[in-house]
T-cell receptor
Framework: EPEVTQTPSHQVTQMGQEVILRCVPI?????FYWYRQILGQKVEFLVS????????KSEIFDDQFSVERPDGSNFTLKIRSTKLEDSAMYFC??????????????FGDGTRLSIL | AQSVTQLGSHVSVSEGALVLLRCNYS??????LFWYVQYPNQGLQLLLK??????LVKGINGFEAEFKKSETSFHLTKPSAHMSDAAEYFC??????????????FGTGTRLQVTL
């Protein structure tokens, strides 16, 4: 079964450094998402992406965050200047269609980001 | 804004006993409803979803859930728990047909423990 893959599985970065999290969505999917889960808390929506532009973003997704689909397969999340509170598990997801078209979101195994 | 409430952050059942994990949503229009499972160090795996039609939906691993509009609930059940069911379970909702990529709003999760 096709799956969403995320790299790396664990990223350790110094505070203030830039970090890029990478995702390869399922190949025929058109909608892409990033979520994060701070340790012990619930999964929170960050951003959704369709047709090479952001569809929706949460309050968490401020100017320090950006997303890109640099080629036909990768979908990246960049954090420009990391803060301690950015430490979390970051999940990428993709879906074939929007919610009303009955297609669920499929998640990767996540990247654990640790900011020192 | 959508919200999801999962009663009980931890539930413990004996192997072979009924599993009942509770989920209530708040929305003026019934959303799409999902249950995801997260095993240790893994991503979120879709268990089942409700979009339209029959209100009792069956998912993988013997789980099922019933949408009750009058109670704004979507509780997850399994008649007989197995040790392998020990995991964290998340209820999630998304809006219907907003015309954009529909984000998921998650509950806080319920950790299921299965004992011998």
């Amino acid at each position: 079964e096709p799956e969403v893959t995320q790299t790396p599985s664990h990223q350790v970065t110094q505070m203030g450094q830039e970090v890029i999290l990478r995702c390869v969505p399922i190949s025929n999917h058109l909608y892409f998402y990033w979520y994060r889960q701070i340790l012990g808390q619930k999964v929170e929506f960050l951003v959704s992406f369709y047709n090479n532009e952001i569809s929706e973003k949460s309050e968490i997704f401020d100017d320090q965050f950006s997303v890109e689909r640099p080629d036909g397969s990768n979908f990246t999340l960049k954090i420009r200047s990391t803060k301690l509170e950015d430490s979390a598990m970051y999940f990428c997801a993709s879906s074939e269609g929007q919610g009303y078209s009955n297609q669920p979101q499929h998640f990767g195994d996540g990247t654990r980001l640790s900011i020192l | 804004a959508q919200s999801v409430t999962q009663l009980g952050s931890h539930v413990s059942v004996s192997e072979g006993a009924l599993v009942l994990l509770r989920c209530n949503y708040s929305s003026s229009v019934p959303p799409y409803l999902f249950w995801y499972v997260q095993y240790p160090n893994q991503g979120l795996q879709l268990l089942l979803k409700y979009t339209t039609g029959a209100t009792l939906v069956k998912g993988i691993n013997g789980f099922e859930a019933e949408f009750k509009k009058s109670e704004t609930s979507f509780h997850l059940t399994k008649p007989s728990a197995h040790m392998s069911d020990a995991a964290e379970y998340f209820c999630a909702v998304s809006d219907r047909g907003t015309g954009t990529a529909s984000k998921l709003t998650f509950g806080t999760g319920t950790r299921l423990q299965v004992t011998l």
